[in-house]
């Protein structure tokens, strides 16, 4: 079993920052790709940013040059920071990690509230 485990969330004003932690555990024999996505109510999960196990990134555009998101292979944990941030991205943030544990899947953390106060 793969465990995920957000952190980092939390109220910010219009225009500060953020940086959200994920760490993965449990049986895990391969990491390929680790991310974030982001969910409000009565929408569809959609992509924040991914980074493959070699560190090539992909960002969604609403949030390009906003973000950057990392990854420490050794440790199994990935970071999303996140700047000039506006109302637009209160939601849900979870992490996300393609891997191998007993098979091959997709797997995802329980999710961490970022709300953006105009």
């Known amino acids: 079993q793969v465990q995920l485990v957000e952190s980092g969330g939390g109220l910010v004003q219009a225009g500060g920052s953020l940086r959200l932690s994920c760490a993965a555990s449990?049986?895990?024999?391969?990491?390929?790709?680790m991310g974030w996505y982001r969910q409000v109510p009565g929408k569809q999960r959609e992509l924040v940013a991914t980074?493959?196990?070699?560190?090539?990134?992909n960002y969604a555009d609403s949030l390009r040059g906003r973000c950057t998101i990392s990854r420490d292979n050794a440790k199994n944990m990935v970071y999303l920071e996140m700047n000039s941030l506006n109302p637009a991205d209160t939601a849900v943030y979870s992490c996300?990690?393609?891997?191998?544990?007993?098979?091959?899947?997709?797997?995802w953390g329980q999710g961490t509230q970022v709300t953006v106060s105009s």
């Open positions: 996300y990690l393609r891997g191998h544990s007993s098979r091959w899947g997709d797997y």
């Open positions: 449990g049986r895990i024999l391969r990491i390929d790709i």
């Open positions: 980074i493959t196990s070699g560190g090539t990134t």
